[in-house]
Structures are given as C-alpha cells and as structure tokens.
C-alpha cells in the first residue's frame, strides 16, 4: 500500500478490489448464514470475462454478497461475489467475453468491444459510459488508485450509490467507499453488471466458432 497525494491510496495488480480478505470472507460467509445476502435476480450459469484498458469511476463502493442461479444442466448454485458500484463510470477500449458448448458445433465465444476508438483516451465521449452501474464479479486483476478512501465501512452507510438495487447486504458487514477510482489493465471475471445507463460508442458484436476470449 502506498500513500498517494492527500486522500489518494495506490495498489499494484489486486483481485476483487481487496474483497477476498480474511474479514471480507468472513463477513460473506455469516451474511448468508444469516439470511442477510441475496441476489437481485437469478444468473445465468455462465461466467463472463471483460478486459478495459481503464476504467474511471465516481462514488465507488463495494461489498461482499451471494448470487445465484442455475448451471447449463439446470443445477441450483451459489457464488460469493464482491459488488462494485459507481454513479458513473467511463471504460475505455472494451471487450467481453463469454463460451457457450453449443450441441454438434462445440464451443462458440460471443466477443463484444465498445469505446475502441484511440481518441477516447483524451475524450470521454468516446469512452463506454456507464451511470448507476453494479458488477458482480467473482475475480479481478487490475492497477488501481483511489481517491478518499474508506475501508471497513459498514455496509448499511454506503450512499451514492450504496447497496445494489433489490438486493440485501448485513448491515454492519465489510464494505469500503472511495470518491474515486481509476483501474488500468483490468481484467475481470464476472458474473452479471446493471446499470441505470449503458452507453457503448464503436460498438461490435461478433460469434466466433472455438475459444475466443478477452485474456
């Protein structure tokens, strides 16, 4: 860890933004013992990988919680999940992905890129932009740097934009808030996003038959 200019706290290369810590774990583990963590709506099976060059952010928070879902062979399952959430965000150079077995083809990659144009590292409008936003994600590797930050908040404090929508989180369990955070070379598995606004520029789909992923 390593002091920045006031207010400002650095890390080099961290997973889920400090989430997988003993307290964190722990407080995951009680919450669902308890009852006190649910999903907003039933994941699909899949996990998805999205790599950015950046990411920027305002009023980041983030806690521990539990999705679930069911399986491709329709089996019930639980994942812990850190929940990161911004009012705004602006992502450049984009790309997600994800692997679906397709019966007689074999595996078929989905392969989506947003906010890809060069400009968009000096101009925001051309970036992916994202207000309202709550990703779910089961890992993440990335450079970070956050302004005025907080960590061991409890939960039921967090504001702007605090708890994800329609879900539930303990009280007084492990969060952590910043005004700001830029994440540069991330690399992120995860397992649903919402936002309020999701705004792609350059966007691309493409299907690819075989294994095309982000990272």
Same mark, same amino acid.
């Given at each position: 860890?390593?002091s920045?200019?006031?207010?400002?706290?650095?890390?080099?290369?961290?997973a889920?933004v400090?989430?997988?810590s003993?307290?964190? $774990?722990?407080a995951i583990? +009680?919450?669902? @013992?308890?009852? @006190?963590? %649910? %999903? /907003?709506?039933? +994941? /699909?099976?899949?996990?998805?990988?999205v790599?950015a060059? /950046?990411?920027?952010g305002?009023?980041?928070?983030?806690?521990?919680? +539990?999705?679930?879902?069911?399986?491709?062979?329709?089996? &019930?399952?639980?994942?812990?999940?850190?929940?990161?959430?911004? #009012?705004e965000?602006?992502? $450049?150079?984009?790309?997600q992905s994800?692997?679906t077995?397709v019966?007689?083809?074999?595996?078929?990659?989905?392969?989506l890129?947003a906010? =890809?144009?060069?400009s968009a590292a000096?101009?925001? #409008?051309?970036?992916?932009y994202?207000?309202?936003i709550?990703l779910?994600?089961s890992q993440?590797e990335a450079?970070?740097?956050?302004?005025?930050i907080?960590?061991?908040?409890a939960?039921?404090?967090?504001?702007?934009? &605090?708890?994800?929508p329609?879900?539930?989180?303990?009280?007084? &369990?492990?969060?952590q808030?910043?005004?700001t955070?830029k994440?540069?070379?991330?690399?992120?598995k995860?397992?649903? $996003? =919402?936002?309020g606004t999701?705004?792609?520029?350059d966007?691309?789909l493409?299907?690819?038959?075989? =294994?095309?992923?982000?990272?």
């Amino acid at each position: 860890m390593k002091s920045q200019v006031r207010g400002g706290t650095r890390w080099k290369r961290f997973a889920v933004v400090m989430v997988p810590s003993v307290a964190a $774990t722990a407080a995951i583990g +009680i919450g669902l @013992a308890q009852g @006190a963590l %649910a %999903a /907003s709506f039933s +994941i /699909s099976g899949q996990e998805f990988k999205v790599k950015a060059k /950046s990411l920027e952010g305002n009023d980041f928070v983030q806690y521990g919680s +539990i999705v679930k879902g069911k399986d491709l062979d329709g089996k &019930g399952f639980w994942a812990p999940v850190g929940v990161s959430g911004f #009012s705004e965000a602006w992502i $450049t150079d984009m790309c997600q992905s994800v692997v679906t077995p397709v019966p007689f083809l074999g595996n078929v990659s989905l392969e989506l890129r947003a906010g =890809t144009d060069p400009s968009a590292a000096k101009d925001k #409008s051309k970036r992916v932009y994202a207000k309202d936003i709550y990703l779910d994600v089961s890992q993440l590797e990335a450079d970070a740097e956050f302004g005025n930050i907080d960590i061991g908040v409890a939960a039921g404090s967090l504001k702007n934009p &605090g708890i994800q929508p329609n879900t539930e989180a303990n009280p007084y &369990g492990f969060s952590q808030r910043a005004k700001t955070a830029k994440l540069d070379n991330v690399e992120q598995k995860a397992w649903a $996003t =919402t936002a309020g606004t999701f705004r792609l520029p350059d966007l691309s789909l493409k299907l690819h038959k075989g =294994t095309k992923e982000c990272f």
